[in-house]
């Protein structure tokens, strides 16, 4: 049964036009293929900005810069 007004979201998001939209407006299509050509970059840079020897390195910049130095 088809609603009057679609008042959640999710119904909003069943009754929007996906297939049109995808076939006549480039920037959804492109949408899209960026994602699934930029997901593999981005999940190897996690992997590498969370690799154990970046963490060390990390915090050891981390208790150097925040560490008090007595310059007075």
């Known amino acids: ?29 492109y949408y899209f293929i960026g994602i699934v050509v930029t997901l593999p970059l981005f999940y190897k840079l996690g992997k590498l900005s969370y690799s154990p020897a970046n963490v060390r390195e990390w915090e050891e910049k981390r208790k150097e810069l925040f560490t008090p130095h007595r310059h007075h």
């Open 1 to 29: 049964r088809v609603m009057k007004y679609p008042y959640t979201f999710t119904a909003k998001l069943a009754q929007f036009p996906f297939k049109y939209h995808i076939d006549n407006i480039w920037l959804f299509r």
